[in-house]
Nanobody, 127 residues
């Protein structure tokens, strides 16, 4: 059974940094991608970044490219999202998720393509 448990959210001022962690159980195949999404109040869930499980290929939304870094410690089964230069518009509930790689090998970006989700971790950026 696949389970994802997040930690590391919190409050920070504009320009600050936070690191989210996602411990996962049961995601052992390289056929999976691990991703981060976020959802601000009243808005749709938005894809942030993804990485191939046990691999190195990473993918980012344009809104976070150059500021956020997704990485993993596969031996420990931990996914990370390092967030730098945070802005108030980054304020959201952040979720980690697992889903199958696309035919062709890249990671999906739609929430519907991820079938296992963490519980969410709140990130608040104040101006």
């Amino acid at each position: 059974q696949v389970q994802l448990v997040e930690s590391g959210g919190g409050s920070v001022q504009t320009g600050g940094s936070l690191r989210l962690s996602c411990a996962h159980v049961g995601v052992t195949s390289g056929n999976y991608c691990l991703g981060w999404f976020r959802q601000a109040g009243g808005k749709e869930r938005e894809w942030v970044a993804a990485i191939v499980n046990a691999g190195f290929n990473t993918y980012y939304a344009d809104s976070v490219k150059g500021r956020f870094t997704i990485s993993q410690e596969y031996a420990k089964r931990i996914l990370y999202l390092q967030m730098n230069s945070l802005k108030p518009e980054d304020t959201a509930m952040f979720y980690c998720a697992a889903g199958l790689r696309r035919f062709g090998g890249s990671c999906p970006t739609r929430p519907d393509d991820f079938n296992v989700w963490g519980q969410g971790s709140q990130v608040t950026v104040s101006s």
